[in-house]
């Protein structure tokens, strides 16, 4: 399928691995040129070289921690004129509920929920005076399914779903659609960090802590990045203006819901 979207230019927060570096693949195979962001200089640019050579797109990279106001200034500069935005950062550490104080919190806020909103405060005017944009969050299963030990995940990301349904209301009329993309387990860095994790916590192998992880999930198997990046892409298509304000969970089936 063609997705129409080739020239178009897009930024990618936190894009050196995992899920937002599949999203930006995807783009990029669609025609997109990129902003790259993450906070390790090597891994990205390693990243932006091998897109530039697969899909001949142009990639400009931003080094910075998206966390920070300093940080969003410097792919928000880099990023002017972007028809396309992706928001994504690291995820809070696990814990208990009684580990966790205002700072941890303020931590979690800061890069799941305040730079995704900054970043889309910045960049929605321009796009809607062009008529046409799209912005895709990266949050979590745990939006719609309390994942306990991952109670700063679960607060700051249900607090940018929030933001977000009412927000993609008021710039659909624009032609500028807002989404979010409910990852649940993916084959990356931090599904290897959950399972190291659960692995010391219950005195079990890595192995043996992944095969309990994948009886939790109908399909058998973590989602890849790949997959999770075709359906950014798909939501950043022309063939998406009629998606707004709405909640992707890529889970496999893990989640079980009727709606
Ligand atoms: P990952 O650890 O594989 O990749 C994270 C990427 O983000 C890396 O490129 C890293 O450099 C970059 N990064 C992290 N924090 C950053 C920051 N503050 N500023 C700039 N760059 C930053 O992670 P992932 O598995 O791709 O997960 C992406 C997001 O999706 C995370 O918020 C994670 O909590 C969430 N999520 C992941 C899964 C999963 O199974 N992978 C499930 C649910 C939610």
Same mark, same amino acid.
């Given at each position: 399928?063609?997705?129409?979207?080739? @020239?178009?230019?897009?930024?990618?927060?936190?894009?050196?691995?995992?899920? /937002?570096?599949?999203?930006?693949?995807?783009?990029?195979? &669609?025609?997109?040129?990129?902003?790259?962001?993450?906070?390790?200089?090597?891994?990205?640019?390693?990243?932006?070289?091998?897109? $530039?050579? $697969?899909?001949?797109?142009?990639?400009? *990279?931003?080094? &910075?921690?998206? #966390?920070?106001?300093?940080?969003?200034?410097?792919?928000?500069?880099?990023?002017? %004129?972007?028809?396309?935005?992706? *928001?994504?950062? @690291?995820?809070?550490?696990?814990?208990? !509920?009684?580990? !966790?104080? $205002?700072?941890?919190? =303020?931590?979690?806020?800061?890069? +799941?929920?305040?730079?995704?909103?900054?970043?889309?405060?910045?960049?929605?005017?321009?796009?809607?005076?062009?008529? !046409?944009?799209?912005?895709?969050?990266?949050?979590?299963?745990?939006?719609?399914?309390? =994942?306990?030990?991952?109670?700063?995940? +679960?607060?700051?990301?249900?607090?940018?779903? %929030?933001?977000?349904?009412?927000?993609?209301?008021?710039?659909?009329?624009?032609?500028?659609? =807002? +989404? +979010?993309?409910?990852?649940?387990?993916? #084959?990356?860095?931090?599904?290897?960090?959950?399972?190291?994790?659960?692995?010391? #916590?219950?005195?079990?192998?890595?192995?043996?802590?992944?095969?309990? $992880?994948?009886? *939790?999930?109908?399909?058998?198997?973590?989602?890849?990045?790949?997959?999770? @990046?075709?359906?950014?892409?798909?939501?950043?298509?022309?063939?998406?203006?009629?998606?707004? /304000?709405?909640?992707?969970?890529?889970?496999?089936?893990?989640?079980? *819901?009727?709606?």
């Amino acid at each position: 399928m063609d997705l129409g979207i080739a @020239g178009k230019k897009a930024l990618v927060c936190a894009s050196s691995k995992g899920l /937002g570096l599949g999203c930006a693949e995807a783009l990029a195979e &669609a025609g997109v040129d990129l902003v790259m962001n993450a906070r390790g200089e090597e891994v990205l640019e390693a990243a932006a070289a091998d897109i $530039r050579d $697969r899909f001949g797109v142009l990639v400009q *990279t931003v080094v &910075a921690d998206v #966390a920070t106001e300093d940080g969003q200034k410097a792919v928000i500069d880099a990023a002017q %004129g972007v028809d396309i935005l992706v *928001t994504n950062a @690291g995820g809070p550490p696990p814990g208990m !509920w009684t580990d !966790w104080d $205002r700072d941890d919190f =303020i931590k979690a806020l800061d890069a +799941n929920m305040l730079a995704p909103i900054a970043l889309m405060k910045a960049l929605l005017p321009g796009m809607m005076g062009k008529g !046409w944009g799209r912005v895709v969050n990266i949050t979590s299963v745990s939006v719609k399914a309390p =994942i306990a030990v991952l109670g700063l995940s +679960n607060s700051a990301r249900a607090g940018l779903t %929030g933001y977000v349904a009412g927000t993609a209301r008021q710039v659909a009329g624009q032609g500028v659609t =807002i +989404n +979010n993309l409910q990852p649940g387990i993916h #084959a990356t860095d931090r599904a290897v960090s959950l399972d190291t994790g659960a692995s010391q #916590a219950q005195g079990i192998s890595y192995d043996e802590a992944q095969t309990q $992880r994948f009886a *939790t999930i109908p399909a058998g198997r973590y989602g890849t990045r790949q997959e999770f @990046g075709a359906t950014c892409a798909f939501l950043c298509s022309q063939h998406a203006g009629f998606i707004v /304000g709405q909640n992707v969970l890529l889970d496999g089936g893990a989640t079980n *819901t009727t709606v």
